[in-house]
Structure formats: C-alpha cells, structure tokens
C-alpha cells in the first residue's frame, strides 16, 4: 500500500510497559503521521513530522512520544502503556501537508 | 480546534442507489477537503478531495459538493454497488493544515 509498513500488526501488552510501533516508507516523503482510530472518534492525529528530526504535537499526543532519525523512518513510543491507549494506529505519509497515504494499521491491546 | 461533524453515522442504500453522507466544519482554510474510503482491516484510502473556491467536484460515481457559505460539504455516491460498502470519512484542514476527521459512516449497500 504506496509504499508504507507498520510493524507490528498486532500487539498485546501490559499496563505500565513501553511499546514501541514503526512505520516504514519507501515514497521518500516529506511529511510522517501517527493517528489513532477509535470508535465514535474517528481517526485523531496523535504525532506529525514535517522533516528528519522534526516533529509536533497532534490533538492526543499526551502519553506518547516520536522519533524520526531517517525518512524512511517514524516511531511512535507509549512509554507505559495503558488502557486507554487500546486502539488502532495508523501510520500516513504525504509530500504536502496533509495525509495521502494510509499504512494497513497496528491494533494494540493493552491489558 | 477544528471541529468536524459527520452524518449519518450509517447508512444502508439499496444497489444501484445514491448514497449521501454530509459533513460540517468550523473553521475554514484554504487547503483541500478530501473524503476517504476504509475497509476492514485496512487504513483509509483517499478517495476524492475538493479545494474551498470549488463548488463541486466529479469522478467517476463519486460527487463532492461544497458549500463554503454554509460550511458544509457531502459526498454522493452515483448507482452504489456492493463494493462501496464500507466506512467514509470527511476531513478539513485546520491549522497548519493538519486534518480533523469527522466519526465516519459506514455504509451498507444491498442487493
């Protein structure tokens, strides 16, 4: 799907532990998203990046942190993960400003 | 804070129908208003986007129109087939461009 990965697919883990998701793109574009997806909510920008190194908060971006030390690359950390943060995340990529692509998603499952 | 609401929640259409999902915003930026396409299980897709100074837009089954007066723009969809189903999203830029999605209507097209 357009060039981007998401790894894992599927994670269950404890409360209080640090979870880290990558995503992965071979578009070698400018702009990296992390969303979550829950329902009644819609998808909620959590993180964005706007270049290597270069990030900014989204709406819900409390409790979670980013990295981009590569293009190619954008991680997403919970640092102790917690029920609340039992959701889907999606990974997007765009050469502009708003999200063209979608990656196939991550569902986490914290217990 | 954009603010973006979207209805109806779901929808059921007969074959061959128009399907008809409307989304409202709050604060207007000279940016694309795009409506995206999810099946289960994967991220959404980008289905169609219009600009502000546009009216309305067409292609193929798929219409957007836009009302910039009323804050308003909907998505309808020509002779829905079995394959359209799946859940819609409406999107508006905010600040800095980054989208607000509204909650997403899942629609049903029956035989």
């Known amino acids: 799907d357009a060039g981007i990965t998401q790894s894992p697919r599927h994670k269950v883990t404890e409360t209080g532990t640090p979870v880290t998701l990558r995503c992965h793109q071979t578009e070698n574009h400018r702009y990296m998203y992390w969303y979550r997806q829950d329902p009644g909510h819609g998808l909620r920008l959590i993180h964005y990046?706007?270049?290597?190194?270069?990030?900014d908060k989204g709406e819900v971006s409390d409790g979670y942190s980013v990295s981009r030390s590569k293009t190619e690359d954008f991680l997403l950390t919970l640092e102790s993960a917690t029920s609340s943060q039992t959701s889907v995340y999606f990974c997007a990529i765009s050469p502009r400003e708003s999200p063209l692509h979608f990656g196939n998603g991550t569902r986490l499952t914290v217990t | 804070q954009q603010q973006v609401k979207q209805s109806p929640q779901s929808l059921i259409v007969q074959k061959g129908g128009i399907s008809i999902i409307n989304c409202a915003y709050e604060n207007t930026a000279f940016d694309y208003f795009p409506w995206y396409q999810q099946f289960p299980g994967k991220g959404p897709a980008l289905l169609i986007a219009i600009r502000p100074d546009v009216s309305e837009k067409k292609e193929g089954r798929f219409t957007i129109s836009f009302n910039k007066s009323a804050k308003q723009f909907s998505l309808h969809i020509m002779d829905s087939q079995p394959g359209d189903s799946a859940t819609y999203f409406c999107?508006?830029?905010?600040?800095?461009?980054?989208?607000?999605f509204g909650t997403g209507t899942r629609l049903q097209v029956t035989l």
């Open positions: 999107a508006a830029p905010g600040t800095a461009s980054k989208l607000t």
């Open positions: 990046s706007y270049g290597v190194k270069d990030t």
